[in-house]
Structures are given as structure tokens and as C-alpha cells.
Nanobody, 125 residues
């Protein structure tokens, strides 16, 4: 599966952005998809993940109800709606896939070895 993130940009604190992850390849429909973010000098941080069916989602602790992940398997798309953005949300966001057909609930623990190019999100004061 190949992935490409888009939708980043410059937004004021408190604003919203919707990121999109476009996927290609026959394994997308059975892939769990996650969003990660990374700032210079920091480790990548788990943001959110969604199961291959879309029926299960999980979020990083810092999200606190501000972000929503969703997917449209008919369009091969995954979205991350980000509201109430904070300065500390500034980072490169990228999507990643684990193509194994996973039926469990520990989406956080999957490997997500297939990663696309990221999109920059900058939150200003």
C-alpha cells in the first residue's frame, strides 16, 4: 500500500484543519491506518488509528477529544479532522499502514511499516 498525506498548512491557535491520506494498492481495504506526527529533534508521536473496517479507533492521550479519524474505503481515503489546534500541535503529520487484517483492539501496537510522505501543520498564536 502506498500513502500520501495532504491538507496541512498554517492555522491560528483554536482553528481547524482536515488532513487527508490517499492510499493506493489492493491491501488498503484490509489495512489499519494510523496518523503520526514528528517535530524536529523529537521522536514520532502516535496521533490516531482506525481499523480496516472503520469500526474501531484509538487516539493519543494528548488529543483529548479534539481530533477525529475516519475512513472511506470506497475512495481509499483516511481523514484526520483536527479542531481546537494548539501551538504544540505544530509538526509534520504523516499516515502509515499495517496491511494485516487485524481484528483486535490494540491498534496502537501495530507496526505501521508502510509510511507515506508527510504534510506540515503549523499552528500560530
Amino acid at each position: 500500500v502506498q500513502l500520501q498525506a495532504s491538507g496541512g498548512g498554517l492555522v491560528q491557535a483554536g482553528g481547524s484543519l482536515r488532513l487527508s491520506c490517499e492510499a493506493s494498492g489492493s491491501t488498503f481495504s484490509t489495512s489499519s491506518i494510523a496518523w503520526f506526527r514528528q517535530s524536529p529533534g523529537t521522536d514520532r508521536e502516535f496521533v490516531a488509528a482506525i481499523s480496516w473496517t472503520g469500526g474501531s479507533t484509538t487516539y493519543g492521550d494528548f488529543v483529548k477529544g479534539r481530533f477525529t479519524i475516519s475512513r472511506d474505503n470506497a475512495l481509499n481515503m483516511v481523514y484526520l479532522q483536527m479542531n481546537s489546534l494548539r501551538l504544540e500541535d505544530t509538526a509534520v503529520y504523516y499516515c502509515a499502514a499495517d496491511p494485516r487484517k487485524y481484528y483486535g483492539s490494540n491498534l496502537y501496537r501495530l507496526k505501521y511499516n508502510y509510511r507515506g510522505q508527510g504534510t506540515q501543520v503549523t499552528v500560530s498564536s
